[in-house]
């Protein structure tokens, strides 16, 4: 790479990072103003246009907020944990590719920060470190709640961190691939479904691989701690949770790292299942601006059904978090990949019709089986009322 490559390299980190912040800003807009329509209220109105400048507003006031740092905390990990926990997000976002590329002085700069052969691993790998963050957080503040809350947010994301890697690993199966960019051109084209030559449909994985996507988007709020998964800041109990004993800037860090990592987790769903930034046909004219209009379409789209999810179900008891966590999601995942895994190398062994007639079979069975309980039961029941 010569002098001109590393510029490019620099620029595009740079407006990566803006340009996530500025998505970071809308998306708490436009988080605000989606509740607030579902509960019949305006949203905030006063600081820009419809409040659009409101998230920037509260980013003002918190910066020039006093920071308290308390007595008892450990006072350099205190200052490092909202680090840990804000920085992984902007790296796991490095491997996305949310565009095709664009020519700039002779050069062919793709729309993607770093296109590594192991990008799903790189993704798992940020995950991570935001565990420390709140850990480090929590136990550093000198104080119960933070503590409890952290160890309640350690706990559910290791948890529901393992049922996020079963979905990946159905979709790497599923594509063959670990890289992201790999993973996006697999989805190209169009296949009909059911056979019928008059209903195309997109190549995406979200449709194969449904179930994956869904225990995707479970696991992703989870791992995000938002509603109905956000125990660790449970205000009804935890006063705030692993940041309760923080203000300022130091808060607003924790704040954005957890938006970040939401839009990065949608920006993931959104590579994987949605097929990227693939869309329909698109005129020829600023080639490069449709791709990453689509991609920006579909990670609207996506954090819709984040706010909708919100602004609509109650939070879990932890105790039931936990439990759906492992003894639901866990065993599910474990499932599915044992059944992509089927489908992807039984057809090339035993042929495509033979595999059908087998799980149609075996799914036959285990309907016929899991009938006879009911039969025998309702037969008890009609013999008691006589």
Known sequence: MDLLDWVLLVARVVIVFFALLIVVMVLIWFERKVVADMQTRVGPMRAGPRGVLITLADGVKLFFKEG??????????????????????????????????????????????ADINIGILWVLAMASPNVYGIVLAGWSSGSNYPLLGSVRSSAQMISYEVGMGLSLVAVLMYSGH???????????????????GWLPFPRWNFVPQFPAFVVYLIC????????????????????????????GIKFAMFYLGEYVNTVTVAAIAVTLFLGGWRGPAYPAVIHWFWPL??????????????????????????????????????????????????????????GRRAVLVGAAAILGTVLLVSSLPALFTAGKKEQVRS
Do not use: C
């Not at 008892?72 to 790296?91: K, Q």
């Not at 002779?106 to 920060?113: H, S």
């Not at 670990?178 to 056979?195: K, R």
């Open 68 to 113: 308290i740092t308390p007595t008892n905390a450990d006072r350099p990990v205190y200052a490092i944990a909202p680090i840990l926990a804000m920085f992984p997000a902007f790296l796991a976002f490095a491997v996305i590719p949310f565009g095709t590329h664009v020519h700039v002085f002779g050069r062919d700069v793709p729309f993607q920060l």
């Open 220 to 247: 992703s709020l989870a791992e995000t701690n938002r509603p109905p998964f956000d125990l660790a800041e449970a205000e009804t109990e935890l006063v705030a949770g692993f940041h309760t004993e923080y203000s």
């Open 178 to 196: 670990l890289s992201m960019t790999a993973i996006v051109d697999q989805q190209a084209g169009v296949f009909h479904l059911l056979g019928l």
């Open 293 to 350: 209009l689509w991609f920006l379409l579909k990670l609207v789209l996506v954090m819709y059904v984040y706010v909708l999810i919100r602004a609509t179900l109650p939070r879990m008891r932890y105790d039931r978090l936990m439990s759906f966590g492992w003894k639901v999601l866990i065993p599910f995942g474990l499932v599915w990949v044992l059944a992509t895994g089927a489908v992807v190398v039984l057809p090339e062994v035993y």
